[in-house]
């Protein structure tokens, strides 16, 4: 029997059950006392113009399966055009622009899309780089058309058709392909199906309870994205989401007041910021029920600072997952600071808390090689360490014309669906915990053990002036040479000294005992879309300079 199923199809359900309630509201300007001005769309107006666009893109070529560009930036515009893109069945191509240029065209070409729908800067672009987009046959302009020719969003939202409806899709149909970073690897193609869409929003409602009264600020454009789907209002904040680390904190905070926010997502950085800007100006929040981050490990000191602003009934969560496989375990602020937080500043790892609902998890052996199926033999015992690997129906199955990424990290299950490699280590306690100690990529091994990154950094985080610290290895493999980055949280007077203390640190746990090369960076290279993950690549390139 067939299954069916679109997530435009929860926009439209929302529409009728609370059509005068507000979908999106966007800062759109100041008035002459400086206070923000905004403008909104109900549920039932998001749905009517996502009709209408829908058959202005169906009229024009686009239609169930073309995949689709999409460079539109959060707002009014990119919430009708993915609606009417799901609606139509068409396919967005997303990549992230704070990757750069040459790479996020690159991406954009491995994509091979036949349409094109980004605002003027978007389109300049692939003027300017015409080999990477010779395949498109339609480009749609969100603004203003110059010399490029094609349609605009206008025209196409002048098709005054009611009730589109949506397109009959399969739980295995392509409903988006979303490019990783690449923060961690080469950027893929990550083929997400109306299925995997379906199963994520039912996995985000029933885990975090949320009720059809809630008022989001989703500080990261792609959890926007499922706001409509899961009848929250969804309130754009103020800032450029490539650069969440640099958010001013006041804008933030300003739109959580203005609009009684109930539930945000910031990453680790962004967390950070807002809660040591609040907690200097004795700011509270009481008005979030709920605080979500992810992205990176969330350290237990960022998570305390932040509980702070807000009651003791709000949990701060920080989910694990990655662009493939998302939520797929979570643990609450509660847990964390009264029983894992001591653990964790000893070196065991990062508690990422439980398995969500029917989420199934299993920790295989380390290896870097292609794994055909799960076998007994392959699975590492109780707190030992292993690779995380998950199942789920929100878990991804392939990526998109990538054959030797999928055999890197998809598992074929007997029983249908894959198993996905996560490409994390982690252990399992007795309670079902997973501790999360680092990438694979990432271990440094030594001639006489093997290093993971989370559990060694976290001695050294103990530090007062230690903003955060980074594990990385120098010389060939099973002979490495541990080194670690310290990043300070404050300017150091006596870096000898400050040096010496951190040796000292070391010397005094069996897990660092032999670590012998500290140095001292101002400022790590992050990832630009969470400004939270650590590219140790960079870090070892420098390593080995200093040690030569």
């Not at 052996?365 to 292609?370: C, E, L, R």
């Not at 050294?460 to 290895?473: D, M, P, Q, W």
């Not at 069996?510 to 001292?520: G, R, V």
């Amino acid at each position: 029997m067939t299954t069916y199923c679109n997530i435009a199809s929860s926009l439209k359900k929302n529409a009728q059950s609370f059509p005068y309630k507000r979908a999106v509201v966007y800062p759109a300007g100041r008035d002459k006392n400086s206070r923000v001005l905004y403008s909104q769309l109900t549920f039932s107006q998001l749905d009517q113009l996502s009709d209408r666009l829908a058959h202005g893109l169906e009229s024009i070529g686009i239609v169930r399966g073309t995949r689709t560009i999409l460079m539109v930036p959060p707002g009014m515009e990119f919430f009708m055009i993915v609606f009417a893109m799901f609606k139509v069945g068409a396919v967005p191509v997303v990549v992230d622009p704070g990757m750069g240029i040459d790479r996020m065209v690159q991406c954009l070409h491995q994509g091979r899309a036949k349409a094109f729908i980004g605002i003027e800067k978007a389109h300049i672009l692939r003027r300017l780089k015409p080999a990477y987009f010779k395949n498109i046959t339609h480009w749609v302009t969100v603004g203003r058309r110059w010399f490029w020719g094609g349609h605009t969003l206008k025209q196409l939202l002048s098709d005054n058709r009611q009730d589109f409806g949506h397109a009959r899709t399969t739980k295995d149909e392509t409903a988006a392909i979303v490019f990783t970073t690449g923060s961690t690897g080469p950027a893929k193609g990550v083929v997400y199906t109306h299925g995997n869409f379906t199963a994520q929003i039912q996995q985000i409602q029933t885990h975090w309870n949320i009720g059809s009264d809630e008022i989001d600020l989703p500080t990261f454009p792609l959890f926007a994205l499922f706001d409509p789907a899961l009848g929250m209002t969804a309130v754009i904040p103020d800032m450029d989401p490539t650069r969440p680390a640099r958010a001013n904190p006041e804008k933030i905070i300003e739109a959580i007041e203005n609009h009684g926010v109930t539930n945000m997502f910031a990453s680790p950085a962004l967390l950070h910021r807002l809660g040591k800007y609040g907690r200097e100006k004795g700011i509270t929040l009481p008005s979030l029920r709920r605080v979500i981050s992810a992205g990176a490990p969330v350290s237990p000191a960022n998570i305390e600072q932040f509980s702070s602003l807000v009651s003791d009934t709000t949990e701060i969560h920080t989910p694990y997952g990655a662009t493939e496989a998302v939520p797929v375990i979570s643990i609450g602020s509660h847990e964390i600071l009264s029983e894992t937080r001591q653990l964790t500043e000893k070196g065991f790892g990062m508690c990422i808390g439980r398995p969500i609902n029917n989420t199934r998890v299993c920790l295989i052996k380390i290896t870097d090689d292609p794994v055909t199926q799960i076998r007994d033999s392959l699975l590492v015992p109780e707190k030992q360490v292993g690779e995380i690997t998950v199942k789920a129906d929100l878990v991804t199955e392939n990526y998109f014309d990538n054959h030797e990424a999928d055999l890197l990290a998809k598992i074929p299950d007997p029983d249908g669906g894959v198993w996905h490699r996560m490409g994390d280590l982690g252990w399992m306690d007795s309670k079902g915990r997973i501790w999360f100690c680092g990438r694979k990529n990432h271990r440094v091994i030594t001639e006489k053990e093997t290093l993971f990154t989370i559990p060694v950094e976290a001695i050294f985080n103990n530090h007062e002036k230690v903003y955060r610290s980074a594990l990385t290895g120098v010389g060939p493999m099973n002979r490495q040479i541990p080194v670690v980055f310290v990043e300070p949280c404050c300017p150091i007077a006596n870096e000898k000294q400050f040096i010496a203390e951190l040796l000292e640190l070391a010397r005094a746990t069996p897990l660092t005992a032999d670590i012998e090369h500290i140095f001292i960076e101002k400022e790590f290279p992050v990832d630009i879309r969470h400004n939270a993950k650590i590219f140790r690549e960079k870090l070892a390139v420098t390593a080995r300079e200093k040690l030569n």
